[in-house]
């Protein structure tokens, strides 16, 4: 298979995953303020850093600037309609290699988002479009893995997404860690578990928590079972062991297993009971870059890239 094929199937497999979770991550406020009294909103700004694009961000914080900028605009590369636009383009140069029918569910995603993008700035229409995307790329996971050959291509594909849900699942996580509410002693201690809840339902993972756990929410379980969890499919750990099975099937993975290595040290190193705010923050960070590096030793190995310095960012977009 040619390096740049299966670079395009890697990067559609991303964005695909990344619209999915920028619909995800939109809807852990989204649904905190629907739950929360009235008067007390999520801070919408977070969503931006969380992202990591603030340096292109020029708006005020305000709910309907930020929804505007995670979900239509274009100069943000992780923005849903940029995201949908660049999987098209990555489809459309490899639609010899994908099902027909991946093509035009990918083209007809990009153009219904495209076009109901201003009805999601609406209280009314955000729920509908958000789940519309996410049934999209869901429905597209199912298309491929039922009609794609489960050849090379398909390896990298999964690679794609499972590395791409690790790093959104580890920002989803720093949502709780920046605080989805303001910085209250009594609203912190009334409505914790309401936001770990939250953060479960923007990963769909509430029912597979109480399944799993067995527990109440509460912090340190939720985070034991996102981290660490080798059954739920968007927990970290998880991720990594497809990556990892993935790339067993293919040969000079080498480097990119020893970075895959490195992570999962660092998942059975840290003590998740004694994470603190801040410490919870840096380990997401730590384990952002270390997916970065994992990405780079990727785009070394196969895509034909040169190596540059780990960088958070660099895993993110295409062109770097």
């Not at 995953?17 to 999520?42: H, Q, Y």
């Not at 849903?80 to 639609?95: G, M, P, Q």
């Not at 049934?135 to 690679?159: C, E, P, R, V, W």
Request: aromatic letters at 8%; charged letters at 20%; a neutral charge.
């Amino acid at each position: 298979m040619l390096s740049r094929v299966a670079g395009n199937i890697y990067w559609m497999a991303r964005y695909l995953e990344r619209a999915e979770d920028m619909a995800r991550l939109i809807n852990v406020n989204a649904n905190l303020t629907l739950d929360l009294p009235k008067g007390l909103s999520p801070i919408w700004g977070q969503l931006v850093a969380i992202t990591g694009a603030g340096d292109v961000y020029k708006g005020d914080y305000e709910e309907r600037s930020v929804l505007k900028f995670l979900i239509s605009d274009t100069s943000n590369w992780c923005s849903i309609v940029a995201c949908l636009s660049y999987a098209r383009e990555n489809a459309r140069t490899i639609r010899d290699v994908i099902p027909r029918e991946v093509w035009e569910c990918i083209n007809t995603t990009y153009l219904n988002a495209k076009d109901n993008a201003p009805q999601a700035l609406t209280k009314r229409g955000r729920y509908p479009f958000l789940q519309d995307i996410i049934t999209s790329t869901q429905m597209l996971t199912g298309i491929l893995a039922g009609t794609m050959n489960h050849d090379a291509g398909y390896t990298f594909l999964k690679i794609g997404r499972n590395l791409e849900r690790a790093d959104m699942t580890s920002r989803i996580i720093d949502t709780r860690s920046a605080n989805l509410v303001p910085d209250a002693t009594t609203t912190k201690a009334t409505y914790d578990n309401l936001q770990w809840m939250s953060v479960l339902k923007s990963l769909t993972g509430y029912q597979m928590y109480r399944r799993e756990m067995q527990v109440r929410i509460q912090r340190q379980e939720v985070l034991k079972f996102l981290i660490r969890s080798t059954a739920f499919p968007r927990a970290i750990a998880h991720c990594m062991n497809e990556v990892e099975a993935s790339l067993k099937g293919l040969p000079g993975h080498e480097k990119p297993l020893l970075a895959i290595h490195r992570i999962k040290r660092q998942l059975d190193a840290v003590e998740i009971e004694k994470l603190k705010q801040a410490e919870l923050q840096h380990f997401m960070d730590q384990l952002q870059v270390g997916f970065a590096c994992l990405h780079q030793e990727l785009q070394l190995c196969f895509f034909g890239g040169a190596y540059e310095t780990a960088d958070v960012s660099a895993s993110m977009t295409q062109s770097a």
